[in-house]
Nanobody, 121 residues
Framework: QVQFVESGGGLVQAGGSLKLSCAASERTFSSYAMIWFRRAPGKERDFVAAITWSGGNTYYADSVKGRFTISIDAAKNTVYLQMNSLKPEDTAVYYC??????????????WGQGTQVTVSS
């Protein structure tokens, strides 16, 4: 069972930046994407961004396009999420996982602890 360890969260002012990391214990299937999700207080877990293992294809939620950048270091089994121009509505616990689709129901592995991102106004 692949395990994920997310890190890099913290408290930042609106307009600031953070870079999250997600280390997978092993590489998942090449046909699976590596995906970032987030869960804001009182809300369901939502898709944020996804990337293929080759790094050749990336996908973003409309709410983060132009502000967040997903990248991958396949040699380290690690995916990153560079978050710029952060807004208070980006406040959430951020998780990564992997699967054939970008909805939370399509992930194939257990969830990690996540990393808390708090953006103050």
């Amino acid at each position: 069972q692949v395990q994920f360890v997310e890190s890099g969260g913290g408290l930042v002012q609106a307009g600031g930046s953070l870079k999250l990391s997600c280390a997978a214990s092993e590489r998942t299937f090449s046909s699976y994407a590596m995906i970032w999700f987030r869960r804001a207080p009182g809300k369901e877990r939502d898709f944020v961004a996804a990337i293929t293992w080759s790094g050749g294809n990336t996908y973003y939620a409309d709410s983060v396009k132009g502000r967040f950048t997903i990248s991958i270091d396949a040699a380290k089994n690690t995916v990153y999420l560079q978050m710029n121009s952060l807004k208070p509505e980006d406040t959430a616990v951020y998780y990564c996982n992997s699967g054939p689709g970008i909805t939370p129901g399509q992930v194939m592995f257990s969830w990690g602890q996540g990393t808390q991102v708090t953006v103050s106004s």
